[in-house]
């Protein structure tokens, strides 16, 4: 079945501890993404990545960090959570650019005390 | 500024009544916009690519429109049924870099 998987589900945290959100997708697609979800907000992205070892910056990437090591696997890393890092986290990936269809992961809901 | 704007914010309908989402956009040049659904506590899943040269396209019971003059985009739903209820959400690509901006989201309830 063709799908993005992300890890954990669910999280809660405490401030300052260093955490991984992990995100695969089996559609062979180029490019992924990280976007962070906010009641009334839009979807913000944080990070995208056009293709292996290639990253770049998206709306909100202060505090995060993420690499592009296999085209299957995008993680997200919180160096150093802090509160306002509580949010629901989307992975997605599409086959070439942010202009092709999005195919997102079920999301996984952060919270740092 | 590039922006996307959506309205109502919330909608309550009765099932099987019909419905019209608005979204209105600033972002130029244009590439695409779509409208994606997004059920509660799940990552939102594409109904509809919009491109220039189209007016109006249809999924099933729905059905978007397009006019790239007044750059505004709307999500037309017929015939409601309770998996309706979810939020739909219109993004739009810029040509120039593909960089997505995305509006705040509808939130459809529909009640029995």
């Known amino acids: 079945e063709a799908q993005v998987t992300q890890n954990p589900r669910y999280l809660i945290t405490v401030t300052g501890k260093k955490l991984t959100v992990t995100c695969s997708q089996n559609?062979?697609?180029?490019?992924m993404s990280w976007y962070r979800q906010d009641p009334g907000l839009g979807l913000r992205q944080i990070y995208y990545?056009?293709?292996?070892?290639?990253?770049d910056k998206g709306d909100v990437p202060e505090g995060y960090k993420v690499s592009r090591k296999e085209k299957r696997n995008f993680p997200l890393i919180l160096e150093s959570p802090s509160p306002n890092q509580t949010s629901l986290y989307f992975c997605?990936?599409?086959?070439?650019?942010?202009?092709?269809?999005?195919?997102f992961g079920p999301g996984t809901r952060l919270t740092v005390l | 500024k590039n922006q996307v704007e959506q309205s109502p914010q919330s909608l309550i309908i009765l099932e099987g009544k019909n419905c019209t989402l608005q979204?209105?956009?600033?972002?130029?040049?244009?590439?695409?916009l779509r409208w994606y659904k997004q059920d509660t506590g799940r990552g939102p899943v594409s109904l509809t690519i919009m491109t220039f040269s189209e007016n109006t396209k249809s999924n099933g019971r729905y059905t978007a429109t397009l006019d790239a003059d007044t750059k505004q985009s709307s999500l037309h739903i017929t015939a409601s049924q309770l998996s309706d209820s979810a939020s739909y959400i219109c993004v739009v690509s810029a040509a120039s870099n593909y960089q997505l901006i995305w509006g705040a989201g509808t939130k459809l309830i529909i009640k029995p």
């Open positions: 979204c209105n956009y600033t972002v130029s040049p244009f590439s695409n």
């Open positions: 559609m062979n697609h180029e490019y």
């Open positions: 997605a990936s599409s086959w070439t650019s942010g202009r092709d269809e999005q195919f």
């Open positions: 990545s056009m293709n292996v070892e290639v990253t």
